[in-house]
């Protein structure tokens, strides 16, 4: 079983439409968690980071965080097709690797 | 921009050869990343510098090698290349540690032939 599973989807949806995108972890220690987006042929990019549980919100963007679930989630509120990217959770214990999760890849359409 | 500069974007070179990738991170980052991509593969963790000293090792290859030097801008050594070693290398940055957002550069494309 890895540390981190994330659906690689694709996700394919309409502009303006409420993307949901989730990874689940297996380690307790996790206390660090971070969303990025990569297009293609390019580096990711970090979009959120978190500590420990909770939500926190950047513009159309909200993180949140489960960790008796062992589960976080990122919203995309009123989705464009320029967020189509492929999206990366990862996750740490604040003194090891950063483990990310394989992607998902996300498709809006005009 | 995220601030982290890697070079050279594109590389082709053939089987058995060595190469050298270049990262410079963001300006007053201490810690450097590297990581490999490939298709229909994650991010996977190579090797990490803290200042100038090795902090963690991920699935890094014997045939691989890293150093940070004290401008702390880092290398990563690729040799006896193989055909399974074409894939993204990124370079990341942050302030301090894992706990800190890291901040990933461009790649490098790495094409063994």
């Known amino acids: 079983q890895k540390e981190v599973e994330q659906d690689p989807g694709p996700l394919s949806v309409p502009e303006g439409a409420i993307v949901s995108l989730n990874c689940t972890y297996s380690n307790s220690a996790f206390q660090y968690f971070m969303w990025y987006r990569q297009y293609s042929r390019k580096g990711p990019e970090l979009l959120m980071y978190?500590?420990?549980?909770g939500n926190k919100e950047d513009g159309r963007f909200t993180a949140q965080v489960d960790k008796s679930s062992k589960y976080i989630s990122l919203f995309i509120r009123d989705s464009q097709p320029s967020d189509s990217a492929t999206y990366l959770c990862a996750m740490t214990g604040g003194t090891d690797k950063l483990i990310f999760g394989t992607g998902t890849r996300l498709q809006v359409f005009p | 921009d995220s601030g982290v500069t890697q070079t050279p974007k594109h590389l082709i070179t053939a089987t058995g050869q060595r190469v050298t990738l270049r990262c410079s991170p963001r300006s007053g980052d201490l810690s450097v990343y590297w990581y490999q991509q490939s298709l229909d593969q994650g991010l996977q963790f190579l090797i990490q510098?803290?200042?100038?000293?090795?902090?963690a090792k991920g699935n890094i290859l014997e045939r691989f090698s890293a150093q940070q030097f004290p401008d702390l801008h880092s290398e990563l050594n690729l040799s006896s290349l193989e055909l399974g070693d074409s894939a993204l290398y990124f370079c990341a940055s942050s302030l301090q540690g894992v706990n800190s957002p890291l901040h990933f550069g461009n790649g490098t494309r790495l094409t063994v032939t």
């Open positions: 978190t500590y420990s549980s």
């Open positions: 510098y803290y200042n100038g000293e090795e902090r």
